[in-house]
């Protein structure tokens, strides 16, 4: 059984800093794309930050120059450094992977959810 586990998330203060982390565990074959995406109350889920088996990263214009994605290909975990939060970044944060499990063809699946909570 696949999952994709996070930690990091929390409340912090305007200007301050976060580390989320997302490992997938289970019976995995391949491990593709993962992503960070986040929704806040109201509003629709939205991609924060993706990253290619290879290192390619894309951002969300409203993180650009504050957010970095990063993965441990041999740990099966993708990171997301969050600097310069903002009020405006509160929100559930979801982890997000493409992968084929053993004996099963390839599928997104994602992570429970970690709160992010930024105070002004």
């Known amino acids: 059984q696949v999952q994709l586990l996070e930690s990091g998330g929390g409340l912090v203060q305007a200007g301050g800093s976060l580390r989320l982390s997302c490992a997938a565990s289970?019976?995995?074959?391949?491990?593709?794309?993962m992503g960070w995406y986040r929704q806040a109350p109201g509003k629709q889920r939205e991609l924060v930050a993706g990253i290619t088996p290879g290192g390619s990263t894309n951002y969300a214009d409203s993180v650009k120059g504050r957010f970095t994605i990063s993965r441990d290909n041999a740990k099966k975990t993708v990171y997301l450094q969050m600097n310069m939060l903002k009020p405006e970044d509160t929100a559930v944060y979801y982890c997000?992977?493409?992968?084929?499990?053993?004996?099963?063809?390839?599928?997104?699946?994602w992570g429970q959810g970690t709160q992010v909570t930024v105070s002004s």
């Open positions: 997000n992977a493409y992968l084929r499990p053993l004996g099963l063809p390839p599928n997104y699946y």
């Open positions: 289970g019976n995995i074959l391949s491990l593709n794309d």
